[in-house]
Each structure stands twice: as C-alpha cells, then as structure tokens.
C-alpha cells in the first residue's frame, strides 16, 4: 500500500494549485485522510483532514483559502490551494488511515514566490 502525492510546483502569490494523493495496493479500508506541510526548519504542521463521511477540519492558517476533498471510488484526495501566499511554501505530504494503520505519502514541495 502506498500513497503517491503530484501537483506540486512553483507559483506566485496569489496563484492557485491543487494537490492530489493516490493510494494504491491491496486496499480493505481508507477512514481518515489528511494532508500536513513542513516548511523549511519547521515542524510538520496539520493542514486539514476529512472523514471517510466528508467532514472536515482546517488550520487557521488556511481556513476560507484552502478546500479539502476526496473520491473514495478512486481512493484519492484532493487540496485545492487558493490565494497562495509565500508562507504557504513548504513539502506537503497526505496520510491516511489505510487498512487500520497510518500511511503517508513521500511529499510534494510547493514553492510560492512573492
């Protein structure tokens, strides 16, 4: 089982982007899934998770800029990033709870300049 973020990428402020995260392999189950960044020299820090059933939380940070969402036929999920900002720059990686342990993915750097 594994998880394979992609779209990732170099924008400017204000810009968007949208990341997705795959999970492939011998799958039974996926429950929670979530998406966490880490900037350079900083901790890992949550970005927003969502339920099997939809519901979903957010960080302050991103709150009204960023939309999480995902497709369990197609076992991804999705980070829609608006108004991008330079803080936003960092590797973001997805998790999930796949199969009743937690997975994540290898990362995908997004870099916004100013």
């Known amino acids: 089982v594994q998880l394979v973020e992609s779209g990732g990428g170099l924008v400017q402020a204000g810009e968007s982007l949208r990341l997705s995260c795959a999970a492939s392999g011998s799958i039974f189950s996926i429950n929670d899934m979530g998406w966490y960044r880490q900037a350079l020299g900083k901790q890992r820090e949550l970005v927003a998770t969502?339920?099997?059933?939809?519901?979903?939380n957010y960080a302050n940070s991103i709150k009204g800029r960023f939309t999480i969402s995902r497709d369990n036929a197609k076992n991804t999920v999705y980070l829609q990033m608006n108004s991008l900002k330079p803080d936003d720059t960092a590797v973001y990686y997805c998790?999930?709870?796949?199969?009743?342990?937690?997975?994540w993915g290898q990362g995908t750097l997004v870099t916004v300049s100013s």
């Open positions: 998790n999930g709870m796949i199969n009743r342990y937690l997975r």
């Open positions: 969502i339920t099997a059933g939809g519901f979903t």
